[in-house]
């Protein structure tokens, strides 16, 4: 079956009571049961399972080409039960040196006082990946395109290392989506996601899943997943499973707009430096040609007058609209020093202050270039 027909049909085939072509939103907390522990449906407690919720792992699964899908409340929540599931006080992983702020607040605030260590390390460089590792190293964690510096890292490559260190592969795929890279497929032992970018895709939602290739890891994450509660409610699960249905022709839109925007924003005399994997120029574009089947609807820039010019340029635009999360149809804009990152400032993981960021939405494209031309005037 191909992406786009199981992004609408894997796990959703028609109700087996009423017909009904859309899976039902089962708002329900609990399940009638046969007699004691004699479960009528297989349900009994939707913190352990809901059958909406079974809908939208079962498709995520088929989607990255996983042995299990497990849904979450949030990426975060994904991210802290995975690494709670894999590794142990004691245990050191590998981070990108541009990773999230909130996976790395996640590491440095959080999961260090639990005996986590991390290293912070360019994925890119893989000699010095290779270094990195540890005979306590159980996880390598990569962003591919990270977000916001939108740096490449050759998942196959690391996953031979992470092998060969005796350790897993864990791929954050946010940026791009099942529809434009597979991890599971290039040799990573685990994607992760947050659900509330471009699997949602509609800024109405918040959500986080885990895809394994491994059905036993499927099992333990399946386990804390209910011992720890951090599930999505019926309701949700069913926006991000609706949003599925329209992942490929909205990825497609995406990154169109993005790469146009990315060519205009390089002529500009107020841009020092575009940062977008699609431009022959990127120092990853090799190699998200390789892995990717498009080069994403994000795009970051360096504004050449400094910070106050980008924060200016942030609070002048009209179609895009300032505000943090991206993935959805809708443009975003954001200073992500200020914003999504300020979590690394005063790190080794602390992005320039002249950075913006945007998550380039499925409008009009000349109207989204129009609108950054009246924004950088003054810049």
Not at 129 to 138: D, G, I, L
Not at 294 to 302: A, D, K, W
Not at 342 to 354: G, K
Request: charged share 15%; proline share 5%; aromatic share 6%.
């Amino acid at each position: 079956m191909k992406f786009e027909t199981a992004a609408i049909h894997a796990g959703q085939e028609p109700d087996p009571i009423t017909g009904s072509v859309v899976v039902p939103i089962h708002q329900t907390s609990t399940y009638a049961q046969d007699g004691v522990g004699g479960l009528r449906s297989g349900y009994e407690y939707s913190r352990t399972g809901n059958p909406t919720r079974t809908a939208l792992e079962t498709c995520l699964a088929a989607l990255d080409g996983g042995a299990r899908a497990l849904a979450f409340a949030s990426g975060m929540a994904a991210e802290d039960t995975l690494i709670r599931t894999m590794c142990r006080p004691g245990d050191h992983v590998i981070i990108p040196a541009d990773a999230y702020g909130g996976t790395y607040r996640l590491f440095s605030a959080v999961l260090s006082q639990w005996g986590i260590a991390h290293t912070a390390v360019d994925l890119g460089d893989l000699t010095a990946v290779h270094a990195a590792v540890t005979p306590n190293t159980r996880l390598i964690w990569c962003e591919t395109p990270t977000n916001p510096m939108l740096s490449l890292a050759d998942v196959t490559a690391l996953a031979e290392i992470a092998r060969a260190g005796q350790a897993r592969l864990v791929v954050d795929n946010t940026f791009a989506s099942p529809f434009l890279q597979r991890p599971l497929a290039l040799g990573a032992d685990v994607a992760v996601y947050s659900t509330t970018k471009y699997l949602g895709g509609h800024s109405d939602v918040v959500g986080g899943a885990v895809v394994v290739a491994d059905p036993g890891l499927g099992e333990e994450l399946a386990y804390a997943q209910n011992a720890v509660g951090a599930v999505p409610g019926a309701f949700d699960s069913w926006l991000v499973l609706r949003g599925i249905k329209t992942l490929g022709i909205r990825m497609e839109r995406h990154c169109a707009n993005a790469g146009k925007v990315a060519e205009w924003l390089s002529t500009h005399p107020a841009v020092e430096t575009v940062l977008y994997p699609g431009l022959a120029h990127h120092p990853g574009h090799d190699i998200a040609g390789r892995q990717m089947d498009g080069y994403g609807g994000m795009v970051s820039f360096l504004v050449r007058a400094g910070e106050a010019a980008a924060l200016d340029i942030c609070s002048r635009t009209r179609v895009f609209i300032l505000a943090e999360s991206l993935g959805g149809v809708e443009s975003l804009i954001e200073h992500p020093g200020r914003m999504t990152h300020a979590s690394t400032a005063n790190s080794p993981l602390q992005v320039p202050a002249a950075l913006v960021r945007l998550s380039v939405g499925i409008e009009d494209v000349d109207d989204l270039i129009a609108d950054l031309d009246q924004a950088m005037v003054a810049s």
